[in-house]
C-alpha cells in the first residue's frame, strides 16, 4: 500500500471504524449460528447433512480468503472493506431461504467465501492502523467481534424464542448490518497500492513464515473449537451436571475470551507478543490440566475459564504478525486465517471422534498437548512485532488514480 501520510486523529478515527467493522462482522456469525435449528427444519435436511453442509462456509472462505489482497489491490483498501463487508451481511439471507441441500451447501459455500474475504481484508486494515498508532490494537479488535457475536447471538436466541421466521429475522439483521458495516468503512484508512506495484496473484501458497504463524493460531482455534462445543457435554457427562450449569460453563468461557481479548492490549504493549503468547500457553496448559484431572464440576470450570484466558490474545497477535512478516501482508493474512479456519473445522469432530474410541478426558489431554504448542513455538511471533510508525500532525495526501 502507498505511504500515505495521515493525521494522528483520522488514524484513532479509523482505529474505532476498523472496531465497528470487527463488531458488525461478529454479529453476522451470531445472527446465523443461533437460527440453524430453523434452518436445518426449513431445508428439510438430516442432522447427517447439516453436517456435510457446515463444511462448505470454511471450504468457501479457504478458496476465497487468498483473493481478498487482490481486490484490495485493485479497488483500495477502503472501496473493498466496504464491497466486502457488504457482500458478507448481504450473504447472511442465503441459508435461510435454501429449500434443500443443495441450495443450502451453495449458500453457505457463498457465506464462507464473503465471511473470510472480509476477515482478511479488515484484519488487514486493523495492522495498517495498528501501526500507525504504535501501539497494540488487534487484541481489542478481536475482543470486539467476540462482543458482535453476542450481541447477534443474543437477538438471534430472542428471535428463535419469540417464534420469528428465520427469513424476516436475517433480512431485518443483514438490513441494519450492511448500513452499519458501510457506514463505519467511510472512516477507514483508504490505503492504496503504488502505480507500479505487480497485483498479487490470484492463487498462491502462503508464504513460510504464515505457515510458521498459522501453527500457533491451529493450536489456539483447536483449543477453542474444543471449549466450545465440548464444555458442556464434558461437564454433563463426565461430571453428572445439570444441563444449566453445564451451559453456564461456556457461556463463562466466552465471556472469558471477550474480555481477556479487550484487555490483551495493554499486557502485548508492556510485554511484547512473544512472552505474552508463552505466558498466554502456560495459562491455557495448567486450565487444560485442571479440566483433565477435575472431579469436581467448579474445578472443571475454573479450567475452563484459564485455557479462555490463554488463549484469547493468540489468534489476534498472529494476524498481527502474518501482516508485518513479509512484503505481502493480505496473502500471510490469507494463510493464517485458512489454517486457523481449518482448525476451528476440525476441532470439534476431532474431539467427538477421539472421545468415541477413548474417552472426554483423552480428548482433552490432547487439547492439553497443542496448549503446549504456544509455548514452544511462541518465539515465531517475534518476526511480527509491533513497528511504530510515526503519524505527523498535518495530512499529505495523495491523488486517487
Given at each position: 500500500m502507498s505511504d500515505v501520510v495521515h493525521t494522528s486523529a483520522e488514524v484513532r478515527r479509523a482505529r474505532y471504524a476498523v472496531a465497528a467493522v470487527f463488531a458488525v462482522h461478529g454479529a453476522v456469525t451470531g445472527s446465523f449460528a443461533t437460527r440453524v435449528p430453523w434452518i436445518q427444519e426449513h431445508s428439510s435436511v438430516s442432522a447427517g447433512q447439516l453436517g456435510l453442509a457446515l463444511?462448505?462456509?470454511?471450504?468457501?472462505a479457504s478458496?476465497?480468503?487468498?483473493?481478498?489482497g487482490r481486490v484490495s489491490h485493485r479497488f483500495g483498501a477502503r472501496n473493498a472493506l466496504r464491497g466486502l463487508i457488504s457482500l458478507w451481511t448481504l450473504a447472511l439471507v442465503l441459508p435461510s431461504l435454501s429449500p434443500n441441500l443443495p441450495t443450502l451447501c451453495l449458500a453457505l459455500f457463498v457465506y464462507g467465501a464473503t465471511a473470510g474475504m472480509a476477515d482478511v481484508a479488515m484484519n488487514a486494515l486493523g495492522v495498517e492502523v495498528e501501526n500507525r498508532l504504535g501501539r497494540s490494537i488487534m487484541s481489542g479488535l478481536h475482543g470486539l467481534w467476540s462482543v458482535g457475536a453476542l450481541v447477534g447471538s443474543a437477538?438471534?436466541?430472542l428471535a428463535a424464542h419469540l417464534g420469528s421466521d428465520a427469513r424476516l429475522h436475517h433480512a431485518l439483521a443483514s438490513a441494519t448490518l450492511t448500513l452499519l458495516g458501510l457506514a463505519a468503512c467511510r472512516w477507514v484508512?483508504?490505503?492504496?497500492a503504488p502505480e507500479d506495484e505487480e497485483p498479487p496473484p490470484?492463487?498462491?501458497?502462503?508464504?513460510?513464515s504464515a505457515l510458521l504463524i498459522g501453527a500457533i493460531g491451529f493450536c489456539a482455534v483447536f483449543a477453542e473449537g474444543a471449549s466450545l462445543d465440548w464444555s458442556a457435554v464434558y461437564l454433563r457427562d463426565r461430571l453428572e451436571t445439570s444441563a444449566g450449569l453445564a451451559a453456564a460453563c461456556t457461556t463463562g468461557f466466552t465471556l472469558t475470551m471477550a474480555v481477556a481479548r479487550i484487555a490483551g492490549d495493554r499486557l502485548v504493549d508492556?510485554?511484547?507478543a512473544v512472552r505474552t503468547?508463552?505466558?498466554?500457553?502456560?495459562?491455557?496448559v495448567l486450565g487444560g490440566l485442571l479440566i483433565v484431572l477435575a472431579r469436581q464440576p467448579a474445578v472443571a470450570m475454573g479450567g475452563f475459564a484459564l485455557m479462555g484466558l490463554g488463549i484469547a490474545v493468540v489468534v489476534p497477535l498472529c494476524f498481527a504478525a502474518a501482516g508485518r512478516s513479509g512484503s505481502n501482508p493480505s496473502l500471510a493474512i490469507a494463510g493464517v486465517a485458512t489454517i486457523t479456519y481449518t482448525s476451528g473445522l476440525v476441532a470439534p469432530s476431532a474431539i467427538g471422534t477421539l472421545a468415541q474410541a477413548t474417552s472426554l478426558m483423552v480428548s482433552f489431554a490432547l487439547v492439553t498437548f497443542l496448549a503446549c504448542g504456544l509455548v514452544a513455538f511462541a518465539g515465531v511471533l517475534r518476526a511480527g512485532d509491533r513497528r511504530k510508525v510515526v503519524t505527523p500532525a498535518a495530512t499529505v495526501s495523495e491523488p486517487r488514480h
Open positions: 463444511a462448505f462456509p470454511a471450504l468457501g478458496l476465497a480468503m487468498p483473493l481478498a437477538a438471534g436466541t484508512l483508504d490505503l492504496q490470484r492463487f498462491a501458497l502462503p508464504p513460510k508492556r510485554f511484547g503468547v508463552r505466558t498466554s500457553g502456560v495459562l491455557a
